[in-house]
């Protein structure tokens, strides 16, 4: 039968890009994808749910986790605060043949890749950079200080592009979403993850 294991899928790219969007799609769609949520020190914005978009956790806990060998890849991202992956999380969800995705920064993302190398790196760019910097400007979250480090930090993510491997322009959310889709059908497909059926059938089991 065509491979079902779990998929760890690492979806990175600039901020205001719309990969909350684009992920958040996805997991309405497919039930069997699970999201990881990091643990930040930074503090919750206007809406956001403690367990459900961070778990938020001061800096002396944060490196305490680090310490003690939580987190599958950890981050000082901005200059000012922690971002982590849980460990324990990923591990088991994997181990049930269930799909995780993370949402995390580009660095994070190399870092997942050398321990997990069968982890599908995804990148979401903006149609131009253009079109991203009026986005972060419509979002309203950040001030204009802000606004111009998350551009500066865009440029420097787009460099590492050729690291990943998929990329996702979103131009119209929906066609995002489905380029996403063909590439989750392509990877269950892939020879190297289908090893058990093919072996199978070569010895005419099946
Ligand atoms: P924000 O503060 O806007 O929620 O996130 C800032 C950046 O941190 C984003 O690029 C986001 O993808 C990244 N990020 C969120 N969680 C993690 C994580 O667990 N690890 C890493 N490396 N980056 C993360």
Do not use: W
């Not at 999201?35 to 749910?49: A, D, H, L, N, W």
């Not at 190399?110 to 149609?127: C, E, R, Y």
């Amino acid at each position: 039968m065509q491979n079902r294991d779990g998929l760890l899928l690492v979806v990175s790219g600039p901020a205001g890009v719309g990969k909350g969007t684009i992920n958040g799609l996805m997991l309405e769609r497919h039930s069997d994808i699970r999201m990881s949520v990091s643990v930040t020190t930074r503090k919750p914005r206007p809406g956001e749910i403690e367990g459900v978009h961070y778990f938020y956790r001061s800096e002396e806990e944060f490196l305490d986790m680090a310490k003690r060998g939580k987190f599958l890849e950890y981050m000082h991202v901005f200059g000012s605060h922690y971002y982590g992956t849980p460990r324990s999380f990923v591990e088991s969800e994997l181990s049930c043949g269930r799909s995780v995705m993370l949402e995390i920064d580009v660095q994070g993302a190399l870092k997942v890749k050398s321990s997990f190398p069968d982890a599908l790196l995804v990148f979401i760019a903006p149609p131009s950079m253009s079109q991203l910097k009026s986005r972060l400007i419509g979002r309203g979250t950040e001030t204009p200080e802000q606004i111009e480090r998350r551009s500066a930090t865009a440029f420097e993510e787009l460099r590492h592009i050729s690291s990943f491997d998929y990329v996702i322009v979103n131009d119209v959310i929906d066609a995002a979403v489905s380029r996403f889709e063909a590439i989750l059908r392509a990877e269950r497909c892939r020879v190297s993850r289908n090893s058990d059926f093919i072996e199978s059938i070569q010895k005419g089991v099946q």
